[in-house]
């Protein structure tokens, strides 16, 4: 007698939901697995034959991925073991126009560099340092290290981290500033001293520091995430000084892509989970953010906004993580350019080099199999792109007035 077949299937690892093969009862314990993962709920609704139910928590607005590719869009917050079904999912919509266009109209990257040799997990947040000609940027997960290259001589140097690390930012006399998975701290690299001085979230070690970058003021804007959930449990915080710390809003999936316009009246902030980039009003003296828009929505590519630039013509550069490219948008929104990348996870970008005309995308290797991985021979890597325009040099970290005070009494 044969055994029983499986009672749903899971089409891809990290998929959120997994697909009934027959009728199963609300109560049921489910099992399913691929390869290596096995995920297990119960179910909380009866879930007839074909159709989906959630393998965990799902927030609302989260695009959800099934076969590893993201379907739709959830319109409320579905519990774990819930039938998943056009009540509480917007399937993937039609790409608007202006992406159908700007996609149809896709050039390959005008590459003109390949840095150093290391193959990071998840490369991100780059940042490039005028002193020295450097561009600093950062290993986030699996090997957490923070890298320094220079594109000139070709020296490459590599510092551990004791844990994953979001976002470094320029600070002082030659230090960085990072966000960490247990809070901000300072890195001096002439020394390797890692110095932690502020948790944003004490008590909640699932969550990390992620993407991050300093306004023209000094203030660090950071936000944070659980990576290993589907709930909104990430924060937005403002890092003033080492000892002042705000918490501006809340219910992030991903926050990444932090960046202004040049005028420095507009702050923008990516969800990549969502697909969206809010833009804000920002009060620069004040560092408040108000009339909070969506500056664009993504949510019908098949990646995700993650990090972001923005270009001398006031334009923002946004890499498609998952999606093989940058999107360039103009301050209205609207979809002026798509570059195709040679890797399918770049993760961020940022302007430097000689007048800040070089474009330098971080990518990311994690989760490619050996097969993918041969046809992505520079995943990982760091690439410089010329794109036709100029960026600007990165905002530093600035102590508050009175921390300056007492620097100066020392």
């Not at 050039?107 to 490039?128: D, K, N």
């Not at 990072?178 to 699932?206: H, K, M, Q, V």
């Not at 800040?356 to 760091?382: H, I």
Request: charged content about 25%; aromatic content about 8%.
């Amino acid at each position: 007698m044969n055994a029983p077949g499986p009672d749903a299937w899971l089409l891809a690892a990290h998929d959120d939901v997994a697909t009934a093969v027959r009728a199963l009862a609300a109560g049921a314990r489910v099992e399913v697995r691929y390869g290596d993962a096995v995920r297990e709920t119960t179910l909380v609704d009866a879930i007839p034959a074909g159709h989906k139910f959630a393998l965990r928590p799902l927030a609302a607005g989260l695009r959800i991925r099934k076969y590893g590719e993201y379907i739709g869009k959830t319109t409320c917050a579905i519990v774990a073991g819930a039938w998943v079904h056009e009540h509480n999912l917007a399937t993937s919509a039609r790409r608007p126009p202006d992406l159908e266009r700007a996609w149809g109209e896709a050039t390959p990257a005008r590459i003109v560099g390949t840095l150093g040799r290391t193959r990071c997990a998840l490369g991100e947040s780059p940042v490039w340092d005028a002193r020295d000609g450097r561009l600093w940027f950062v290993d986030l997960r699996d090997t957490p290290a923070i890298h320094a290259l220079h594109p000139v001589h070709g020296t490459e140097q590599r510092w551990s981290m004791p844990e994953d690390i979001g976002c470094i930012v320029p600070g002082s006399d030659g230090v960085l500033v990072a966000g960490l998975r247990s809070g901000f701290a300072t890195f001096d690299p002439a020394s390797g001293a890692l110095d932690y001085f502020l948790d944003p979230e004490p008590g909640r070690a699932t969550n990390r520091l992620n993407d991050g970058k300093c306004d023209a003021h000094g203030r660090l804007w950071c936000g944070s995430m659980n990576p290993d959930s589907a709930l909104a449990e990430g924060n937005l915080y403002a890092l003033e000084g080492r000892a002042r710390c705000t918490r501006v809003l809340d219910e992030w999936l991903t926050p990444n892509g932090i960046v202004w316009s040049p005028d420095a009246r507009t702050m923008y902030v990516a969800d990549t989970r969502r697909g969206t980039i809010d833009a804000f009003a920002f009060d620069a003296d004040e560092g408040t953010l108000s009339a909070r828009r969506v500056f664009a929505d993504l949510a019908a590519l098949a990646g995700g906004p993650d990090g972001a630039c923005v270009d001398r013509e006031g334009c923002l550069w946004s890499a498609i993580f998952d999606g093989g490219a940058l999107l360039r948008l103009t301050p209205d929104g609207r979809i002026d350019r798509v570059v195709r990348m040679p890797v399918s996870k770049p993760t961020s970008c940022a302007f430097g080099g000689d007048d800040y005309r070089t474009l330098f995308v971080t990518t990311a290797s994690r989760g490619l199999s050996a097969s993918r991985l041969a046809v992505e021979p520079l995943a990982g890597r760091v690439l410089a792109l010329d794109v036709g325009v100029a960026g600007f040099a990165p905002d530093a970290f600035a102590p508050i007035p009175e921390e300056r005070a007492c620097v100066a009494a020392k």
